[in-house]
C-alpha cells in the first residue's frame, strides 16, 4: 500500500506532467512565429481579433482541451487539498484559468495555431469538470490505494508492452504530421496580381485561374491544357470540382464573378486604380503596372475544404510581361502579407514558385519551395498547373511537368529545419526507451541477462521503427540519431534516480 507522503508525492509529479503535455500539446510544432513587428502587423490588419471570435470548434482542439485540462483540474484540487488550503476549488479555478491563458496568449506567436476565445471557455470548463470529480474521489481515497498498488506492481510490464505500440505507432505518425495542411488561416483573402501589402507586384495577363481540393490526375492536366480558361469551357472545370473558377471575360463594373457550381461563390474586386494600370484586351485582363484585386471576403469555405482534403491544385493561363520579375511577384495567392500565407503561386526571374504552408514550413511557406528551371514562362501563353497532396508539391506547364517533386517531409526532415515538435516527440519516445532498459536491467539478476533485455527493449523498438520509416520513404536526420544515442541514456538515469526515490518514499 502506499501512504499519504507518496501520495501527495506522486500527484505533484503527476500534476508537473500534465501541465507540460497540456503546454506543449497546445503549441505543437512549436514554431514561433517570428517578430513582434509580424505580430503587430497581424493586429493592426484585424486579422488576429477575426480569429480570436471565431465560434467554430474543432473536433481535435475539445478533445485535446477535454483531455488535457479535466485530468488538470483533478490534480490541482487534489494538490491543494491536501496541503489544506482555504477556498481550494477557487484558487483551482484561478489556477486551471491562468494556464489557459498562458496558452492562449503563446498560441498568437506559434506558427499554425490561433488564439480563440471558445477555446479558452472550453478549457477552463474541462478544469471546472476535473476540479468537480476530484472531490468524492478524494472523500473515498481507500478504494485507489489497492488499484495504485497493483499498478505499482505491473508498472515493468505495462512499460516492456507499451513502449512497443508507442515506439511503432508515434515515430511512423509524427514525421508524415509534418506535411499536413493544418493551422492555415481561413480568414484570408484570395489575391491576383500583388499581395494586401502592394509590395510584391506582377506584371502580366491572365485570362483566368481556377482552385482544385484535390490533385488532378495526369490525364485531367493534359485535357485541360488544351482547353482556354474560358466561359464557354467552364463546364469541364466544374466537372473537376473546381471550388473557384474564375475567366476575366467576366469583368463587369470592377468585379469578376465565379464560374463555379459552389453554394457560396466567391467573387473577386478589381482595386480602384487608374484605368492605365490594367486594361481588358480580347477577353484578357492585363495588368500593366502595380495593383491588387482581391476576393470580396475571405476564402473561408475554400481553404476549409483544402484542409478538409489535405490536397489542392491551381490552374492558370497566363503570359509574364517581364522574366526578370522577383519577390517572387505574386500571381495568384492566399495571404494576408508578405509573411504570412497558406499557398502562393508566383513569378521569380521566368520561372514558377509555388509556396505551401505546413506545421514544418512555418506561416510564409518559405522554408522550402517548389520552383521551375530555365526561364519556363518565356514565349508567351502558358497554361499552368501547381498541386500539393501527401506532401508532394508539383508543378506542370502546357500538359507537362515542368520539374521535378518537391517531397517536402525529405526535404524538411533531412536538413537542419527539422522541427521542435518532431525533435521533443522522438526525444520523449527514446526517453521511455531508456527508463524501460533501466526497469528490466534492475529485474534481472544476471549481467547476461539484463543485456538482453536491455536490447530487445531499447533497441530493437527502434528497429522496428526505423523500419516502418524506410517503408513509409521518409528519412531520419542526423538529430534523430543523435537524440537515439542520448535520450535512452538519459532515461536510464532518470528512472535510477526516480527508482531511488520511490523506495526512499515508500
Known sequence: MFPGKTIEWLTTLALIAI????????????????????????????????????????????????????????????????????????????????????????????????SRIVDFMLAITAGAIGIKFSIPILIHQIFIYPVLDTIRRMLPGFLWLGNYIVACICIAA???????????????????????????????????????????????????SRLAMTLENAEPRNA??????????????????????????????????????????????????????????????????IMASQAFTIEAEIASDDLMQSGPARIISNSIDTHHRNFTLGEKKGDLVLRVRTPQNGDNGSDVELQSNGYILAGGWHHVIASYASGVAKLF??????????????????????????????SFLLLGMGIVARIVFRLHSTLKAAVVSVFSTSFFPILISLAIVIWLERHPSPIFWSAAIIMPLLGFVLCWVLQRRLAYSI
Not at 81 to 89: E, F, L
Not at 240 to 261: D, K, M, P
Not at 398 to 426: I, N, Q, R, V
Open 397 to 426: 506547364v502546357d500538359g507537362k511537368e515542368a520539374t521535378l517533386p518537391l517531397h517536402y517531409d525529405e526535404a524538411l526532415f533531412l536538413g537542419t529545419t527539422m522541427s521542435a515538435s518532431t525533435a521533443l516527440m522522438t
Open 19 to 114: 501541465i507540460l503535455l497540456v503546454m506543449v500539446g497546445s503549441l505543437l510544432p512549436l514554431q514561433f512565429a517570428g517578430s513582434w513587428t509580424a505580430i503587430k502587423a497581424d493586429l493592426q490588419a484585424g486579422w488576429i481579433l477575426l480569429t480570436l471570435f471565431d465560434l467554430e470548434l474543432d473536433f481535435t482542439t475539445v478533445i485535446q482541451r477535454l483531455l488535457g485540462f479535466i485530468p488538470l483540474g483533478f490534480l490541482v484540487h487534489q494538490k491543494l487539498i491536501y496541503h489544506r488550503y482555504q477556498h481550494a476549488k477557487a484558487v483551482s479555478i484561478g489556477l486551471v484559468t491562468l494556464i489557459a491563458l498562458v496558452i492562449e496568449l503563446a498560441q498568437a506567436v506559434v506558427s499554425s495555431r490561433h
Open 240 to 305: 473537376a470540382g473546381a471550388l473557384a473558377l474564375y475567366s476575366f471575360e467576366t469583368i463587369a463594373h470592377n468585379r469578376v464573378s465565379s464560374l463555379s457550381r459552389e453554394k457560396s461563390p466567391l467573387d473577386l474586386l478589381i482595386g480602384k486604380t487608374k484605368p492605365e494600370k490594367w486594361q481588358l484586351q480580347e477577353d484578357v485582363l492585363h495588368i500593366r503596372e502595380p495593383m491588387l484585386i482581391k476576393s470580396a471576403v475571405s476564402a473561408y469555405a475554400i481553404c476549409k475544404s
Open 174 to 224: 509524427i514525421i508524415p504530421a509534418s506535411t499536413n495542411l493544418s493551422g492555415w488561416n481561413c480568414h484570408y483573402p484570395l489575391l491576383v496580381g500583388n499581395e494586401l501589402t502592394y509590395d510584391r507586384p506582377w506584371q502580366g495577363k491572365i485570362r483566368g485561374f481556377s482552385l482544385y481540393p484535390r490533385e488532378l490526375t495526369a490525364d485531367e492536366i493534359e485535357h485541360l
